[in-house]
């Protein structure tokens, strides 16, 4: 299992996540690093514990479609390789940021797929994307534009599966940043039992090695972590032992 830091951009500033309410998402205060600029923050991760692949959630361009193109470029500069969630909706929003970079590992959300049928497109054209099952206290994300989107989790789960998505993140924004331990254990659980080929990525409120352990027993390919990180509460030895 690997861990995959977050870096939440909002303003173009790292921020910390409050439970997916956006609006109280404030610079994040970090021991890592005095600074809320992302290439910062991101080298004083890489320093403290040799990671060099970053899930970015890019909330400008999820909620303003405005990718942050400057900071993706600065941060692919400084050999850092990237998982970002810009907002897809569509293909066309996906060929941008293959076509800025292929690098990038393109993330479609549910919170802003417009339908099942795009995301099998976007699949069919750039290979291997994360689909991230976005869910608010238990509950899909549907959007409210979306179509043909089941409201059930495990027939979301199904209709991902059947666009032949091969990496999934289920990431439920109620956890974020308030040190839960994190909710998806069942949705793990279903989706290693149901469809044991995809890479399974989850996170949100994970406190400590404990949690990491039962994500670890559950088949969890890789875990989202970033308060863990900046308040200390991980140290090097921990995050390369899983």
Known sequence: MKILPVLDILSK????GVAGQRECYRPIISRLTASDEPLQVARSIRLAFGLQRLYLADLDAILHQSPNWEIYRDLIAADFELLVDAGVRHAADARKLHQFDPRIGIVVGLETCRSPTDLLEIVTLFGNVTFSLDLKSGVPSVPSSGTGWSSQTGEIIQQA???HVQSILVLDLADVGMGTGGSTDLICQ??????????LITGGGVRGREDLQRFSLLGVNSVLVASLLHDGNLGHEEVHSW
Do not use: C, S, T, W
């Open 13 to 16: 500033k790292v921020v910390r």
């Open 161 to 163: 599966a059947n666009a």
């Open 190 to 199: 279903f989706i290693r039992r149901q469809y044991p080929g995809l890479d």
